[in-house]
């Protein structure tokens, strides 16, 4: 089955200024962290969303927070733009990848176990509903734009997995 995904309306997200509707299954999914402050309990981890959307929506003049999934160090999942929207997260590439986002800065070190293993059970649950290829490429953010996201030590993690391609 699917892992549990704390909501839009759970963690207290605003509503969406514009929405396009993403076509599924996408054949590519690309990892990316926030370079911001992690969070290990779904309050803290709920304000970081808050924040970030915030930022995407007042900042950067986006309709909505730009990934469509976010993953804290408390090892939960949190609802972005979802599996049917196209996100904001990787420039030319968002109208067919889903974007999964870690809360935090791993540039020097990795997201937790916790973390990783619910990103594990993200994309096998994308996969079991069809909102995922099973031959999905999956990539960090770095391989599609010129960032160094999502840091080195997460980098080094998902180079490792399966279905990973630069």
């Known amino acids: 089955g699917c ?5 839009r309306s ?23 962290h926030t370079e911001g402050a ?13 924040n970030i959307q915030n ?9 909505d ?32 990848n889903i974007g999964i986002c870690f809360i935090g800065t791993f540039t020097n070190r990795a997201p937790n176990r916790a973390a990783l293993t619910a990103a594990k059970n993200l994309l096998s649950c994308g996969v ?9 490429r999956l990539r960090g953010h770095r391989n599609v734009n010129p960032t160094s996201c999502p840091g080195n030590g997460l980098y080094n993690v998902i180079k490792g997995w399966p279905h990973f391609k630069a």
């Open 3 to 7: 892992p549990t995904i704390v909501s």
């Open 10 to 32: 759970q963690w207290r997200g605003r509503n969406p200024t514009c929405r396009s509707r993403l076509s599924t299954p996408v054949p590519n999914v690309i990892i990316h």
């Open 38 to 50: 992690f969070c290990n309990s779904q309050a803290t981890c709920s304000a970081q969303v808050r």
């Open 55 to 63: 930022y995407h929506m007042n900042s950067q003049k986006w309709c």
């Open 65 to 96: 927070i730009g990934y469509n999934f976010l993953i804290g160090e408390d090892g939960t999942i949190y609802e972005g733009r979802g599996w049917s929207t196209v996100g904001a997260h990787a420039k030319n590439f968002n109208s067919y």
């Open 128 to 136: 079991a509903r069809n909102s995922i290829t099973r031959n999905y």
